[in-house]
């Protein structure tokens, strides 16, 4: 797979080195959360345990669920941690997973948007090829419409030359009016997410 680099080296940045890490080095924590979702969210780990990539775990956080959300997980209890917690919404319930995962990477579920079954290889072999030089990697994703959907990248009028590309400044596509990036299709460093707080609790 090539890198393009020339965006780094502009930013001043160094190009990501050649590196013999192997995809399975790579360390993906999962986080899933929920308010009142027990079926969304049973669901959803039944198809991150279906990834050919395996995450290093899957951090549950309930959001004050009445419903049967804690029964329905049960029966993952050997593969899932579970974390409760009072209600405070969705923002709150994916910043604690971040918060307490033990990944170098963590990707979040979004009930709506399921993944391939090949989404965390994918992605770990571009955290790999590029050495984790990035904080955020994302990839495109397809939406299923009566027209017949088509990707999200397409769809924002976006596109790339090769399988992945690593730039050292993304905010010019997080200000495009169909950015492309997309939380269901996006890993994060962890470290990095901490650091700067998580996601803001006043976005919608």
């Not at 797979?1 to 930013?11: A, C, G, N």
């Not at 993906?28 to 995450?55: C, E, Y």
């Not at 079954?117 to 050495?131: C, F, N, Q, S, V």
Request: glycine content about 8%; proline content about 3%.
């Amino acid at each position: 797979m090539k890198v393009r680099d020339d965006e780094l080296t502009e930013s001043g940045a160094e190009p990501p080195r050649s590196s013999a890490a192997e995809p399975r080095s790579v360390s993906i924590s999962v986080v899933v959360s929920g308010h009142n979702r027990g079926r969304d969210v049973a669901t959803a780990i039944d198809r991150v345990l279906a990834q050919r990539f395996p995450a290093s775990e899957i951090l549950v956080v309930d959001d004050g669920s009445t419903d049967d959300t804690i029964a329905r997980v049960a029966r993952h209890r050997e593969h899932i941690r579970l974390v409760r917690q009072h209600r405070l919404g969705r923002v709150a319930a994916h910043n604690r997973g971040a918060e307490l995962s033990t990944g170098d990477w963590v990707a979040f579920v979004d009930f709506g948007a399921p993944w391939r079954e090949d989404h965390l290889e994918r992605m770990a072999a571009a955290i790999a090829a590029t050495d984790g030089a990035a904080d955020l990697y994302f990839g495109d994703g397809e939406r299923a419409s009566a027209e017949g959907g088509g990707t999200h990248w397409q769809a924002a009028r976006f596109d790339i030359e090769t399988p992945f590309e690593l730039v050292g400044d993304a905010a010019r596509w997080a200000l495009m009016r169909h950015q492309p990036m997309n939380l269901a299709a996006a890993v994060f460093c962890r470290q990095r997410f901490v650091e700067v707080g998580g996601f803001d609790f006043g976005a919608k």
